[in-house]
């Protein structure tokens, strides 16, 4: 279990945004030398209005995204532990967890303490795509996002480029990793191991193309009380939340590991 911290500020969001940018140019410099997308342009699919890469082909129609219960976690990391059976990371390097905060109160009263689940946002318009220069990190028309290991070289774009910092380089595989959905499990009818083994039932993952699928029942159910992290950056991310505080909206920071931090 990991020891608790206290939240933090991030970088202003014209940092954020300003580091993307440059990265950006960075790539528009490397596609200019004749770097070209893995999959071929049959295999693609654009988007209109957006300035991401096409798409590769995905679960067709769908378009999957989780949904977690703060109020539900317990903190215990039984979805850290699954992910990490399910997906062998390197000892101490992880998809997912969960990290425990405190947010000091002003009144000096005892701080109130927040579990929350950290992953890969598998945003709409996710901002580690663009930034690599050999196009290993790609989304497919389903809105996974993911990484071809075949391709990545390491370089470390895409972990500086993700304002929800839920990537790293993969100290044995030396490429970019993260949370991926578990796709592979998706595909055959499973739910992510994260999903399947929270035993408070906080996490929830479907199809938000349905409108009759349990994620959007939920999110209807809580409207007003359905939020996302950093929404300033419009990645449009698709892990929403129902009990996050405000402080947590565009206060988190971090990799998903223990740190100490302050200003709350």
Not at 82 to 105: A, H, M, W
Not at 195 to 213: H, Y
């Amino acid at each position: 279990m990991q020891e608790p911290t206290t939240i933090s500020h991030s970088a202003p969001p014209a940092v954020q945004k300003a580091k993307r940018t440059f990265l950006q140019d960075l790539v528009g410099l490397a596609t200019a030398f004749g770097l070209t997308a893995a999959a071929g342009p049959a295999a693609a699919v654009s988007l209109p209005g957006t300035t991401q890469p096409p798409r590769r082909p995905g679960m067709e129609g769908k378009r999957f995204g989780m949904l977690v219960d703060i109020r539900k976690c317990i903190g215990c990391q039984a979805c850290t532990v699954s992910c990490s059976v399910e997906n062998q990371p390197p000892i101490g390097q992880f998809r997912t967890t969960v990290l425990q905060y405190e947010i000091d109160k002003p009144d000096g009263s005892m701080p109130a303490m927040v579990s929350l689940p950290r992953l890969c946002n598998h945003c709409e318009e996710p901002p580690c795509v663009p930034v690599c220069p050999v196009q290993a990190t790609f989304q497919r028309t389903d809105g996974i996002v993911l990484v071809d290991n075949e391709r990545c070289v390491g370089c470390g774009y895409c972990v500086q480029a993700c304002p929800y910092d839920a990537r790293f380089i993969n100290h044995e595989t030396q490429t970019a990793d993260k949370c991926t959905f578990c796709e592979h499990r998706l595909e055959v009818g499973l739910l992510p191991a994260c999903v399947e083994s929270c035993v408070g039932g906080a996490r929830v993952i479907g199809d938000l193309n349905d409108p009759g699928s349990e994620i959007n029942r939920r999110m209807a159910a809580h409207e007003e009380g359905v939020k996302v992290l950093k929404p300033g950056m419009k990645t449009e991310p698709r892990v929403f939340y129902i009990g996050l505080p405000d402080e947590f909206v565009n206060g988190v920071s971090g990799q998903a590991s223990v740190r100490l931090v302050s200003d709350h």
